[in-house]
């Protein structure tokens, strides 16, 4: 297979720039950085249809999602085609609605690494290669169906032609190709060359000056352009106020950990002034990553609930979504298709996580082998922070081994650990600690006194409380004796006393914190039962003053992608 060079250069052609892009450091130069913009245009019947050859050079970052390199034509084309990576696997694909759907690569590419990748689409066969253009291609396949007539639609690369999935990562020294003929390629360095400049035209955006962000303005919702609520969009929904809640010592979400999303994690600040923050993954139970300096950077789009929370700090630890514990036979291996959801019978299971005095510790098992993980960080000799881990394992025997880690990614094989004996008490004790929210808000309600047949009283809800927490109202139910405990959006569960026949003193204590958009909440013979996006959590209050301890992870068998809508 040949890719020829192009040699015809905009500049030359005396042809002026339509759109302007953003652009990093590039395998050669600059590159388009698709993770701020994709490249829109017009596209050409020849894109539409095949012989179409393509070349690239992809620098992808995470597999959270999916990865557009090039698109042709929205997807409700017959004749639109998607050359992209498929979302957690990280493996090169095409997307071909009208010859047979999905086809599939087994070659990961969205690995933060340079790739050199090329599709070869024709009349009845489809061909894609990486790294070694001329050498055997990765996918080989025939085409299902027949060729349609092409449609009208555009061309795209970062991004779909349509919008709303682009590409986390950079694309250099593109070229694309109507058989032989070449059409166009990009280097990004302020050049265009191509045979058809008209379709096109690009320029290279420099970057732009740092400038202050204007505040956001949380008091005005739902304006939109003129008023009228059909023309809104994003910008007419940020609110920034999210990031300026008093979170608890843990934080569970859709997490942009660097060597790829933790789609069920669990943040979790450590240190005597929370000096660092540590990222658990509960399908995997593995420490994704870790960094100083800061918390987490909720994004203000949409209140904060459809984007990634971000690391909030310096990087100083990731490591790849693999699991974190031995199976029974002692091995590391991940045997789920699609890597979604928790391990298997046999493997390790997330169980829950404990609030321990200043101390959260995570709970997993495997098999009747308990182990107890709780992270830290302290200053060194030389008076730098240091991650560490304190593992406790107890055995089936109800023994305990307990170790100190200064290896914060370490893995553990309990094969090797032999836990047959030991200390009867682990090192770090359970048991709660104090309160951690203060007394309850008290708010008064409104009877509604009329004579009617349908009477409405209002529970007022403290809106402006001392935590800064959002009170967006989901589940609710009441235990036998009256009490009602609400679910938030945004991860409290707040317990409400109070609630009589005249409503004079309705008092809010918050309960719980850090759920992952619990939306669902049943009271079951008193005990508190929460639906969260990433799994069932039953909450249990174990030296009763009125806010959850432990948090057990009833099931977790949910499976989640990284979109803002997979619920």
Avoid at 397 to 413: E, R, S
Avoid at 513 to 538: E, H, M, N, S
Wanted: hydrophobic share 40%.
């Amino acid at each position: 297979m040949k890719f020829t060079p192009l040699i015809i250069v905009l500049s030359l052609l005396g042809l002026s720039p339509v759109q302007a892009v953003e652009t990093a450091d590039g395998k050669a130069g600059k590159a388009l950085d698709a993770r701020k913009n994709g490249l829109l245009m017009p596209g050409l019947p020849a894109v539409r249809q095949a012989p179409i050859k393509l070349t690239a050079w992809v620098r992808i970052f995470g597999s959270g999602d999916f990865n557009i390199i090039a698109a042709s034509e929205p997807k409700s084309s017959p004749t639109h085609w998607e050359l992209y990576t498929f979302r957690q696997t990280g493996e090169l694909r095409v997307y071909l609605p009208g010859r047979g759907g999905e086809y599939r690569s087994d070659r990961k590419i969205a690995d933060g690494k340079w790739h050199q990748v090329a599709m070869q689409l024709d009349a009845a066969r489809l061909r894609l290669w990486v790294d070694d253009l001329n050498g055997k291609p990765v996918l080989d396949r025939p085409l299902a169906g027949k060729a349609a007539t092409p449609g009208k639609g555009g061309f795209a690369l970062g991004q779909l032609v349509e919008g709303g999935i682009g590409c986390d990562g950079l694309l250099d020294e593109v070229a694309l190709y109507s058989g032989e003929k070449a059409l166009a390629s990009w280097d990004f360095d302020g050049r265009v060359r191509t045979a058809e400049a008209a379709a096109f035209k690009i320029a290279v955006r420099p970057a732009p000056k740092p400038q202050a962000k204007p505040a956001i303005d949380n008091s005005v919702r739902g304006t939109g352009p003129v008023n009228d609520p059909t023309r809104q969009t994003d910008a007419d929904w940020m609110d920034d106020r999210y990031a300026k809640t008093k979170f608890g010592p843990f934080v569970s979400g859709h997490i942009a950990t660097p060597k790829g999303s933790t789609h069920k994690g669990i943040a979790v600040a450590v240190g005597a002034k929370g000096e660092g923050t540590m990222v658990f993954d509960t399908d995997l139970c593995v420490w994704r990553a870790g960094w100083t300096g800061g918390f987490l950077k909720p994004n203000p789009r949409r209140y904060g609930l459809i984007n990634p929370l971000m690391p909030d700090g310096k990087m100083i630890f990731s490591s790849p979504a693999n699991p974190g514990v031995a199976n029974e036979a002692g091995s590391f291996a991940d045997p789920r298709n699609p890597k979604s959801g928790p391990l298997p019978k046999g493997h390790v299971r997330y169980k829950g996580i404990y609030l321990a005095g200043d101390r959260v510790v995570l709970r997993y098992d495997l098999g009747k082998t308990e182990i107890y993980d709780a992270p830290w960080i302290r200053a060194g000799a030389d008076g730098s922070l240091q991650f560490e881990r304190m593992l406790m394992v107890k055995s089936a025997a109800g023994k305990w081994l307990t170790m100190k880690l200064a290896d914060v990614t370490a893995k553990i094989n309990l094969k090797e650990l032999q836990v047959v004996s030991g200390a009867e008490k682990q090192g770090i004790a359970l048991k709660p600690g104090g309160l951690r929210w203060g007394a309850p808000i008290v708010t008064q309600g409104v009877v509604d006194r009329r004579k009617t047949p349908f009477a409405i009283d209002t529970i007022t809800v403290p809106y402006k409380n001392p935590h800064h927490a959002l009170m967006f109202t989901a589940g609710h139910d009441f235990t036998g004796n009256g009490d009602c405990y609400v679910a938030m959006a945004h991860g409290d569960v707040w317990k409400v006393t109070g609630i009589d026949a005249e409503l004079k003193a309705v008092k809010w204590h918050r309960f719980a914190t850090g759920l992952y958009q619990p939306l669902g909440l049943r009271v079951v013979k008193d005990q508190v039962y929460v639906l969260g996006r990433d799994q069932i959590t039953r909450l249990h209050d174990r030296n009763q003053d009125g806010e959850a301890d432990f948090y057990e992870a009833f099931n977790n068998d949910i499976m989640i992608g990284g979109g803002g809508h997979s619920y």
